[in-house]
C-alpha cells in the first residue's frame, strides 16, 4: 500500500484539522496509508510520527489548532537537519508529503522538492497573505472573531466616552485589519502597507467629536509602523526563519492619541484569540476542499506545486509562484474602508 504523509508547521489556525481529515478520507478510499508527521519539520527530524486510520480523524473537523501538533523549525538551519528530514522520507517509504503551512513552512517544502522529495503544499495563514491563491482558511475565522471583539468593544466605549485602540494580527499585510475594520465599523484602521500619520489619526478622531461623537474605535495591525520608524517589537528574539515577536504598537499609539486629543484611550491587543477555537463554515468547507485536492494531486502525481483558490475553483500552482511574495492588501478594499473613517 503506497504511503502519503503530512505535517503541519508554522503557527495554528482553525481549519487544519478540516485539512488532515480531508487528506486522510481521500487517501484511504484510495487505498493509500497515511502517516501522520507530528509538529511540523521537527517530525521528521526526531522521527516522530503516527499512522493515520479513519478512527484518527473522526469527530476532528470542527476542532481548532491541529491534531498533529506545530513548530516553526527550520531544518536548513542545520544541514544534518535536512539530512535527517530526507532519511526519514525514505525509511518511512513515502511516495509523497503534504506540507500544510504558510509562507516559511512551503518555502522549506520547495526548496525540498526542489532537492527531489515529492511534495505538495496547503496554504496556510491566518493573515491571508501568501501569494497564489485569494483566500487562506483561518483567515475568516479570524476576521470573524476580531469583528465580534470590535462590536463589543463599540459599547464599552460609547458608554465611557473613549478611545479604544485594538491590535490585531498581520505581520506584513493588513487584511484581517481592513476586513474586520469594515465588518466593525472602524472610525480609523491601521495597516504595515501605509505609514501610520499619528496628525492624520488624531485629525479623524477630532472630526468625530466635533460633530457630537464622543468615542472612537481604532483598529491597528501588529505590524503597522509609524512613519520613518520600525516595526514595534516585544523583544529582540528572533524564530528559526528570522522573524522577530510584533506586539505593542497599540499601546504606543494609545499614548500619543491620548496625550495629543486629552481624550482617555483604552487599549485591546486582541493576540492568540484570532487563531483559537473553531474555525467558521467557510473555513470548513475550504480546508476540506484542499485537503482532497492536495491527495488528488498526489495521486497524479502533480508534485513542487500548493493548492490554491481562484474564484471559485480549487486549482494547482507552482509552489515557487506561492513563496515568491508575499500578498499585500488591495488598496482599493482600502479606500472603501476610508469612506467611513472620522
Not at 48 to 61: A, H, K, M, R
Request: proline share 3%; with cysteine; charged share 25%.
Amino acid at each position: 500500500m503506497p504511503k502519503v504523509g503530512v505535517l503541519t508547521g508554522g503557527g495554528d489556525c482553525p481549519g487544519l484539522n478540516a485539512v488532515i481529515r480531508a487528506v486522510t478520507r481521500t487517501a484511504i478510499n484510495n487505498n493509500w496509508e497515511v502517516i501522520g508527521i507530528k509538529n511540523g519539520w521537527r517530525g521528521l527530524i526526531d522521527k516522530d510520527y503516527q499512522t493515520f486510520n479513519l478512527e484518527s480523524v473522526s469527530g476532528i473537523l470542527p476542532k481548532g489548532g491541529t491534531i498533529l501538533g506545530t513548530s516553526r523549525t527550520n531544518p536548513y538551519k542545520k544541514e544534518e537537519d535536512v539530512e535527517k528530514v530526507k532519511i526519514t522520507y525514505k525509511e518511512l517509504n513515502l511516495e509523497a508529503l503534504i506540507a500544510i503551512g504558510g509562507e516559511d513552512t512551503l518555502g522549506v517544502a520547495n526548496r525540498l522538492f526542489q532537492e527531489g522529495l515529492n511534495i505538495v503544499g496547503v496554504p496556510k495563514t491566518i493573515d491571508n497573505d501568501l501569494n497564489a491563491t485569494d483566500y487562506t482558511f483561518g483567515f475568516d475565522t479570524a476576521v470573524n472573531i476580531a469583528t465580534e471583539c470590535i462590536d463589543r468593544l463599540h459599547t464599552t466605549a460609547e458608554s465611557h466616552h473613549r478611545i479604544i485602540v485594538v491590535e490585531v494580527m498581520g505581520r506584513h499585510a493588513g487584511w484581517i485589519a481592513v476586513y474586520s475594520g469594515l465588518a466593525g465599523g472602524a472610525d480609523v484602521i491601521l495597516i504595515p502597507e501605509i505609514p501610520i500619520n499619528i496628525e492624520e489619526v488624531c485629525q479623524l478622531i477630532e472630526k468625530r467629536h466635533s460633530r457630537g461623537k464622543t468615542f472612537s474605535i481604532i483598529v491597528v495591525a501588529e505590524g503597522a509602523k509609524f512613519k520613518n520608524a520600525k516595526e514595534v517589537l516585544k523583544d529582540q528574539e528572533v524564530d528559526e526563519f528570522g522573524h522577530v515577536k510584533l506586539g505593542g504598537v497599540s499601546n504606543i499609539l494609545g499614548k500619543l492619541i491620548e496625550e495629543r486629543t486629552g481624550y482617555e484611550t483604552r487599549v485591546v491587543v486582541l493576540g492568540h484569540i484570532q487563531r483559537g477555537g473553531t474555525p467558521t463554515a467557510f473555513d470548513r468547507i475550504l480546508a476540506t476542499r484542499y485537503g482532497v485536492k492536495a491527495m488528488k494531486m498526489v495521486l497524479e502525481k502533480k508534485y513542487g506545486k500548493m493548492v490554491a483558490l481562484r474564484g471559485n475553483q480549487i486549482i494547482d500552482v507552482p509552489l515557487q509562484e506561492a513563496v515568491a511574495e508575499l500578498k499585500t492588501v488591495d488598496l482599493k478594499i482600502y479606500e472603501i474602508a476610508k469612506t467611513f473613517f472620522g
